[in-house]
């Protein structure tokens, strides 16, 4: 499975950007994605996961009520929503994807990354 990630972009603070994951390969396996995102000298961190139904989804509590995660499997694309952007949003974002219906907020748990697409959030 190869993931491409985009959307990405320069935003002022209290703006939106939509960022989207569209999947291509081994698509036919059910999968569950993520997003995460990581700023230079830290860790990667968790910020949504959808199951490959769609119907559970998960945030990380810093972007609880302003990101929103979707899939839309007829495209093999998963979605992150972003709204309230603030500075500290600023990272490279990566979309992930796990051969599990479940997602799951630890980095070590996904099979596949996209390449990365930059947000920077001006205050």
Same mark, same amino acid.
């Given at each position: 499975?190869?993931l491409?990630?985009?959307g990405?972009?320069?935003?002022q603070g ?11 390969g081994?698509?036919?396996s ?16 968790f910020? @949504?996961?959808?199951?490959? =139904? +769609?119907?559970s989804?998960?945030? &990380? ?6 990101? #929103?995660i ?26 992930? @994807?796990?051969?599990?219906? =479940? +997602?799951s907020?630890?980095?070590? &748990?996904?099979?596949?990354?996209g390449?990365? #697409?930059?947000?920077?959030v001006?205050?």
């Amino acid at each position: 499975v190869q993931l491409q990630a985009s959307g990405g972009g320069l935003v002022q603070g209290g703006g939106s950007l939509r960022l989207s994951c569209t999947a291509s390969g081994r698509t036919s396996s059910n999968y569950a994605s993520g997003w995460f995102r990581q700023v230079p000298g830290k860790d990667r961190e968790f910020v @949504a996961a959808i199951n490959w =139904s +769609g119907i559970s989804t998960y945030y &990380a509590d810093s972007v609880k009520g302003r990101f #929103t995660i979707s899939r839309d499997n007829a495209k093999n694309t998963v979605y992150l929503q972003m709204n309230s952007l603030k500075p500290e949003d600023t990272a490279v974002y990566y979309c992930a @994807a796990r051969t599990a219906y =479940s +997602g799951s907020t630890n980095v070590n &748990a996904y099979d596949y990354w996209g390449q990365g #697409t930059q947000v920077t959030v001006s205050s």
